[in-house]
């Protein structure tokens, strides 16, 4: 059997030996790439640091060896290309150009990233303490949620695919960058030996880590990877993945058939809210309908561990489970070794000044439960009282600007992905981010924005933006469909109305639409889904929408992905 491509990461280290180089120092590669060093070498891949001959950028260059040049080795290196290049995000490693150097040797040219895989440094420090776990997990989070609404899987999360960036505050945005989209292999350690497998076919994965439907070669969506990622936070926390077999083949057959250990069970020594083990169990539930259906889902909860927030502040798909646990939400951590340990792995990471603000945690809103009967219906209140208490309170005075030198800073050493986390957005920031030209993605998160200046975005060529949980209303949306080359939106738990949806009909290229937890009612619905451009249509949690309005949107509008409870499936 083959090798894989182990090890090829575009990971800036000490020059590796030549031997096996297929290019030399200073060769010309492609008539456009200038080799500087070799970086990498695994089973059958090179990855050499170059330098562009025009622009004199540096970047990763990435190939196959002569030798295992193929038919199916090109085709699967050509996918992970595809892949990668198909999305745009502070979190995942950005793709600048991929081809053909001789005619008959892909290659990928990559951001070249300096820092720490998972897989390191749980091998170094062993598990991490809450504490310093989440926050970077929240980040794989939004990146892999952002391939899936690309319409891209990656197959194969694991450690040593989550990478930890040096220079940067753990949880900033961009601290973490997620490797190696589209490649399709087994492989994982066990006892310092490595298990692989290589078959031609519809099974992909790292045993470790792969979900039920990849062990059985079923047709794979995004929630395989919310599985992985399961897997991967579960050894994060213990030290160990939830299912070790005695070889690949025992491991694949625990994951189709043995129920997933607790987190508590596994590590003794540590003390897990149940909140935790409820989110981990959710993952790892076998059938992909009984998962989170949306890492942003995940996302959520994490950050509501890390914040301690109300139970009934969690996404509706745990919030039943866990409502009577409150009490449970405090972080305990994991023994003072691990957290010294922990802590001092991350600490070799240069750290920048660059925090993202959080918001203060607000006073909870009571309602009244009588009943185990009336917890759904009053969790819905709770929705209801949180989203009318953030219409009627002016939270400038929680959130901070940025300064304009710092945005532009910020800007101009950006990709073309930008976000901003509970901070204010000023008509003067929206004119400083809509004189770019160059960002394509923008994600506002819980901030405050300034709805009559959105139309200040529409000389870039955005094509997505999420304005979840921010004060986005109807006026916003007026403003915000001058902004022609939007194709998706996110806009849920945000004050928008059926007013506010009839505006944003008018983008010539919407596609993909979310707006869970707002006040749209079946009219609304019904004359956004009469666009012909749109594929996806994201309702959960509409409360004025019912259960027999739901069945009337899926009889009149067959041709579009409906997700009204939260079943995700991010369809092209």
Same mark, same amino acid.
């Given at each position: 059997m083959p090798p894989d491509f182990d090890d090829t990461k575009p990971v800036e280290t000490a020059s590796a030996s030549w031997d096996g180089a297929e290019f030399s120092s200073g060769e010309v590669i492609a008539g456009r790439y200038k080799v500087l060093s070799l970086l990498g070498k695994g089973g059958m891949g090179l990855v050499y640091r170059v330098e562009q001959l025009i622009g004199g950028? $540096?970047?990763?260059?990435?190939?196959?060896?002569?030798?295992?040049?193929? $038919?199916?080795?090109?085709? @699967?290196?050509?996918?992970?290309?595809? %892949?990668?290049?198909?999305?745009?995000?502070?979190?995942?490693? %950005? !793709?600048?150009?991929?081809?053909?150097?001789? $005619?008959?040797t892909p290659f990928l040219a990559m951001e070249i990233v300096e820092g720490q895989t998972l897989a390191e440094l749980l091998q170094d420090s062993g598990p991490l303490p809450i504490e310093a776990a989440l926050p970077i997990l929240i980040q794989v989070c939004h990146g892999l949620a952002h391939a899936h609404e690309n319409a891209v899987v990656h197959r194969d999360i694991k450690p040593s695919n989550i990478? /930890?960036?040096?220079? *940067?505050?753990?949880?900033s945005e961009g601290s973490i960058k997620i490797l190696d989209f589209g490649i399709a292999k087994f492989s994982h350690r066990e006892g310092g030996e490595i298990q692989c497998l290589t078959k031609t076919g519809e099974i992909f994965g790292s045993p470790l880590y792969m979900s039920p439907e990849q062990c059985n070669g079923d047709k794979v969506d995004q929630r395989s990877d919310i599985y992985s990622l399961g897997c991967v936070i579960f050894e994060i926390l213990t030290g160990r993945a939830p299912f070790v077999g005695r070889n690949a083949m025992a491991t694949l057959m625990m994951h189709l058939?043995?129920? =997933?250990?607790s987190l508590s069970e596994t590590a003794q020594s540590a003390d897990f809210p149940a909140v935790l083990e409820q989110i981990v169990a959710k993952m790892l539930a076998k059938q992909p309908e009984d998962r989170y259906q949306d890492l942003d889902l995940v996302a959520h909860d994490l950050d509501s561990i890390i914040?301690?927030?109300?139970?009934?502040?969690?996404?509706?798909?745990?919030?039943?489970?866990?409502?009577?646990?409150?009490?449970?939400l405090r972080i305990q951590p994991h023994n003072k070794r691990n957290i010294f340990l922990a802590i001092?792995?991350?600490?070799?990471?240069?750290?920048?000044?660059?925090?993202?603000?959080?918001? =203060? =945690?607000?006073?909870?809103?009571? !309602?009244?439960?009588?009943?185990?009967?009336?917890?759904?219906?009053?969790?819905?209140?709770?929705?209801?009282?949180?989203t009318a208490d953030?219409? +009627?309170?002016?939270?400038?005075?929680?959130?901070?600007?940025?300064?304009?030198?710092?945005?532009?800073?910020?800007?101009? %050493?950006?990709g073309t992905t930008f976000g901003l986390k509970n901070h204010l957005v000023t008509a003067k920031m929206l004119e400083i981010i809509g004189s770019t030209k160059h960002i394509k993605?923008?994600?506002?998160?819980?901030?405050?924005?300034?709805?009559?200046?959105?139309?200040?975005?529409?000389?870039? =060529?955005?094509?997505?933006?999420?304005l979840t949980n921010t004060n986005f209303d109807d006026s916003g949306a007026k403003k915000l469909a001058q902004v022609q080359s939007l194709c998706v939106i996110k806009a849920n738990y945000t004050q928008i109305?059926? @007013?506010?949806?009839?505006?944003?009909?008018?983008?010539? *290229?919407?596609?993909?639409?979310?707006?869970?937890?707002?006040?749209?009612? /079946?009219?609304?619905?019904?004359?956004?889904? +009469? +666009?012909?451009?749109?594929?996806?249509?994201a309702l959960a949690s509409c409360h004025k929408i019912t259960e027999a309005d739901r069945k009337q949107l899926v009889k009149e509008f067959p041709k579009i992905d409906l997700i009204l409870k939260g079943e995700y499936e991010f369809n092209d």
């Open positions: 950028k $540096e970047l990763a260059l990435k190939t196959i060896h002569q030798s295992f040049l193929s $038919e199916t080795t090109v085709k @699967r290196f050509e996918h992970e290309a595809r %892949a990668t290049f198909a999305v745009s995000h502070a979190n995942i490693i %950005a !793709v600048k150009a991929f081809g053909l150097l001789d $005619e008959r990478m /930890i960036l040096k220079g *940067r505050p753990i949880g058939t043995d129920t =997933p250990p914040n301690r927030r109300d139970p009934a502040e969690l996404s509706q798909s745990i919030a039943n489970s866990v409502a009577e646990q409150s009490s449970s001092a792995a991350i600490a070799i990471l240069p750290v920048v000044a660059v925090a993202t603000i959080l918001q =203060p =945690p607000k006073e909870k809103t009571k !309602v009244e439960v009588e009943s185990a009967a009336d917890l759904k219906k009053g969790r819905e209140e709770l929705e209801i009282a949180r953030e219409k +009627k309170v002016d939270r400038t005075a929680e959130l901070n600007e940025v300064d304009p030198s710092q945005l532009k800073a910020e800007l101009s %050493a950006s993605n923008i994600n506002l998160l819980g901030c405050k924005i300034d709805n009559d200046n959105l139309d200040k975005l529409a000389k870039l =060529p955005l094509t997505n933006i999420t109305s059926n @007013r506010g949806l009839a505006y944003l009909k008018q983008l010539p *290229r919407l596609t993909h639409l979310k707006i869970e937890g707002t006040k749209i009612d /079946i009219d609304g619905a019904r004359n956004i889904c +009469k +666009k012909t451009t749109l594929k996806q249509l």
